[in-house]
C-alpha cells in the first residue's frame, strides 16, 4: 500500500538486576507478557542463561522516513516553496513588513520566521533578537553491524531503562548505548568507546558476537529544559515561530507538529485542544 509505516514489534527483554526498570518500562508502555520461548522464537539468538523478562507490544512501527521526507518536499514545491540547501545563515533582520534573513549573500523576506534550526534553535533566536529558550543538545550514537540471518523478521530489542536498543536494519543490526551526553551544537560523530559500551549490553543478551561493525554515526537530539515540544510564536514577538525541541522523536511528531504551526501561523483554530497547544508553546518559558 502507500503507508509510510510497516510493523515491527517492539521487544523489552531483561537481566538479573534490571527488575525495577523492567518493570517501569513493562507498564509505561503497556507491553505484554510473554515466556522467554516466545520471546526467542521472535530473536533465536537471545541467550536463556541471561534473559530472565521478556515483554513485548505488537504496535510498533518502522517509518519510511526517507520517503515522508520527500512528501513533505514535493508539498512545499507544489505550494510555490522552494528549498535551499548548503545556505548558512550569516543574518537576520526585523522588518517593517517581516523579517530579512540573509544567506550566502542573498536576501529573503517574508512576514513569518519559522525556527526549525534543530539543536541551532536558540543560536537563531539570539540571531534574530529573540531570548533562547533553553534548547540543549544531545549526542546519541550508532553502530550498523553485521546480524545474523533472518534479522529482518526480528522486533526492536530494547533494554530496560532505555539503556541499549537494536533494530533490524536491511540486512544488518543497528544498535545504540542510548547515550544522551550533553553537547554544543555541531556536526556530531560517534564515541567508539560509546559504541563499545552499545553493543556489548547487547551482546550480553545473545549467543552470537558482534562479529564486524558496517558503519557508525551520531546525531544530536534537541531538548528544552522541560523535555517538551516547543511550537509556536514567540511571546515578545508573534511573527517569530518556534519549532523546536523534538528530541528523539521529530518523525514521529512531524505531520502533526508541522499542522499545529501552519494553523497557528495562519490564524487557524488548531485541531489539538487548547490546553495541549498551550503545553507545547514557547510562552511557558517566558521571564
Same mark, same amino acid.
Given at each position: 500500500?502507500?503507508s509510510l509505516l510497516?510493523?515491527?514489534?517492539?521487544?523489552?527483554?531483561?537481566?538479573?538486576?534490571?527488575?525495577?526498570? =523492567?518493570?517501569? %518500562? !513493562?507498564?509505561?508502555?503497556?507491553?505484554?507478557?510473554?515466556? !522467554? %520461548?516466545?520471546?526467542?522464537?521472535?530473536?533465536?539468538?537471545?541467550?536463556?542463561?541471561?534473559?530472565?523478562?521478556?515483554?513485548?507490544?505488537?504496535? $510498533?512501527?518502522?517509518? %519510511?522516513?526517507?520517503?515522508?521526507?520527500?512528501? !513533505?518536499? #514535493?508539498?512545499?514545491?507544489?505550494?510555490?516553496?522552494?528549498?535551499?540547501?548548503?545556505?548558512?545563515?550569516?543574518?537576520?533582520?526585523?522588518?517593517?513588513?517581516?523579517?530579512?534573513?540573509?544567506?550566502?549573500?542573498?536576501? =529573503?523576506?517574508?512576514?513569518?520566521?519559522?525556527?526549525?534550526?534543530?539543536?541551532?534553535?536558540?543560536?537563531?533566536a539570539e540571531m $534574530?533578537?529573540?531570548? *533562547?529558550?533553553?534548547?540543549?543538545?544531545?549526542?546519541?550514537?550508532?553502530?550498523?553491524?553485521?546480524?545474523?540471518?533472518?534479522?529482518?523478521?526480528?522486533?526492536?530489542?530494547?533494554?530496560?531503562?532505555?539503556?541499549?536498543?537494536?533494530? *533490524?536494519?536491511?540486512?544488518?543490526?543497528?544498535?545504540?548505548?542510548?547515550?544522551?551526553?550533553?553537547?554544543?551544537?555541531? %556536526?556530531?560523530?560517534?564515541?567508539?568507546?560509546?559504541?563499545?559500551?552499545?553493543?556489548?549490553?547487547?551482546?550480553?543478551?545473545?549467543?552470537?558476537?558482534?562479529?564486524?561493525? /558496517?558503519?557508525?554515526?551520531?546525531?544530536?537530539?534537541? !531538548?528544552?529544559?522541560?523535555?517538551?515540544?516547543?511550537?509556536?510564536?514567540?511571546?515578545?514577538?508573534?511573527?517569530? /515561530?518556534?519549532?523546536?525541541?523534538?528530541?528523539?522523536?521529530? =518523525?514521529?511528531?512531524?505531520?502533526?507538529?508541522?499542522?499545529?504551526?501552519?494553523?497557528?501561523?495562519?490564524? #487557524?483554530?488548531?485541531?489539538?485542544?487548547?490546553?495541549?497547544?498551550?503545553?507545547?508553546? *514557547?510562552?511557558? =518559558?517566558?521571564?
Amino acid at each position: 500500500g502507500d503507508s509510510l509505516l510497516t510493523p515491527r514489534g517492539l521487544l523489552l527483554v531483561g537481566m538479573p538486576g534490571e527488575e525495577e526498570a =523492567f518493570a517501569h %518500562d !513493562f507498564r509505561a508502555m503497556a507491553m505484554q507478557d510473554i515466556s !522467554f %520461548d516466545e520471546a526467542r522464537a521472535m530473536v533465536p539468538v537471545l541467550d536463556p542463561a541471561r534473559v530472565t523478562m521478556a515483554g513485548y507490544h505488537k504496535e $510498533a512501527w518502522d517509518i %519510511d522516513t526517507d520517503r515522508m521526507l520527500q512528501g !513533505f518536499a #514535493r508539498a512545499i514545491r507544489a505550494g510555490g516553496g522552494r528549498i535551499l540547501t548548503g545556505a548558512q545563515v550569516s543574518a537576520i533582520a526585523r522588518t517593517s513588513e517581516g523579517w530579512q534573513v540573509s544567506a550566502q549573500g542573498r536576501d =529573503f523576506t517574508a512576514r513569518h520566521l519559522v525556527n526549525a534550526a534543530g539543536a541551532w534553535a536558540d543560536q537563531i533566536a539570539e540571531m $534574530a533578537g529573540i531570548s *533562547p529558550v533553553g534548547i540543549t543538545p544531545y549526542r546519541r550514537s550508532m553502530a550498523r553491524v553485521g546480524a545474523p540471518e533472518g534479522v529482518g523478521h526480528w522486533p526492536m530489542l530494547f533494554g530496560p531503562g532505555e539503556t541499549w536498543y537494536a533494530k *533490524p536494519d536491511a540486512g544488518a543490526l543497528l544498535v545504540s548505548p542510548a547515550d544522551e551526553t550533553p553537547t554544543e551544537p555541531h %556536526d556530531a560523530w560517534a564515541d567508539d568507546m560509546v559504541l563499545a559500551e552499545g553493543i556489548a549490553a547487547y551482546e550480553a543478551r545473545v549467543t552470537e558476537p558482534v562479529t564486524r561493525m /558496517l558503519a557508525n554515526w551520531a546525531g544530536l537530539r534537541s !531538548f528544552a529544559p522541560d523535555r517538551v515540544l516547543v511550537i509556536g510564536p514567540d511571546p515578545a514577538e508573534p511573527g517569530f /515561530l518556534w519549532m523546536a525541541g523534538q528530541g528523539g522523536y521529530g =518523525f514521529q511528531t512531524a505531520p502533526a507538529a508541522g499542522q499545529l504551526l501552519a494553523d497557528l501561523a495562519g490564524g #487557524r483554530t488548531p485541531s489539538l485542544d487548547a490546553q495541549a497547544v498551550r503545553a507545547l508553546a *514557547p510562552a511557558r =518559558f517566558a521571564r
